[in-house]
């Protein structure tokens, strides 16, 4: 139980309601004084963080609602849709694949300067096309997955192989170009 006084309750409800300190001060009965406002605010910041994040909590179905809205809604603008399902992802904790700019308008081949090759992240396998869009590999990699090399440069991967070991890869550190070999 709060030990506030009702004066410093109605304080924290209305800093809350109106997001000025010096208002929400004035408007409890306390006399104009933004210096002890500002005060106020400190000395019951803990219960003021406490009350916010109750008052979100409850908005949290809300919030999920209307981003589950702008993402299924065909009339929303792609970017909107977009913009939602990054929001989602960032509050579920779910990682998204790193995108990299690609010149379309480009005709003549030129080589990738970077192989496809496989990368540990957080003990699963990824796939890394060209100069640096990750995937994730399939549980257990495809046939097409398994037959690309480790990137062994990579301090995340070398650890991973190291610590377990991979039999369906071998690494010769005198090549340039590691090779995968099917044993």
């Known amino acids: 139980m709060s030990s506030l006084t009702?004066?410093?309750?109605?304080?924290?409800?209305?800093?809350?309601?109106?997001?000025?300190?010096?208002k929400a001060y004035e408007a409890v009965g306390y006399s104009p004084d933004r210096s002890n406002a500002?005060?106020?605010v400190q000395k019951l910041s803990t219960e003021i963080n406490q009350r916010l994040q109750s008052r979100m909590s409850l908005k949290t179905s809300t919030a999920l609602s209307i981003l589950e809205e702008l993402m299924t809604n065909k009339d929303n603008a792609a970017r909107d849709r977009l913009n939602a399902v990054n929001s989602w992802l960032d509050r579920t904790n779910v990682a998204r694949?790193?995108?990299s700019k690609v010149d379309v308008t480009q005709t003549?081949?030129?080589?990738?300067?970077?192989p496809d090759r496989r990368y540990i992240r957080n003990g699963s396998?990824?796939?890394?096309?060209?100069?640096?869009?990750?995937?994730?590999c399939k549980v257990p990699p495809t046939e097409s997955e398994a037959k690309l090399p480790f990137a062994y440069s990579d301090p995340e991967t070398a650890k991973w192989?190291?610590?377990?070991g991979y039999p369906d890869d071998t690494y010769d550190p005198d090549e340039e170009n590691t090779v995968?070999?099917?044993?």
């Open 97 to 99: 694949a790193s995108t």
């Open 38 to 40: 500002n005060k106020l």
């Open 180 to 183: 995968y070999i099917e044993h």
């Open 108 to 114: 003549e081949y030129q080589p990738r300067s970077n």
């Open 161 to 164: 192989l190291q610590e377990n």
């Open 125 to 136: 396998q990824h796939i890394i096309i060209g100069n640096g869009v990750m995937f994730p």
């Open 6 to 22: 009702e004066r410093q309750s109605n304080f924290v409800d209305m800093f809350i309601e109106l997001g000025d300190a010096t």
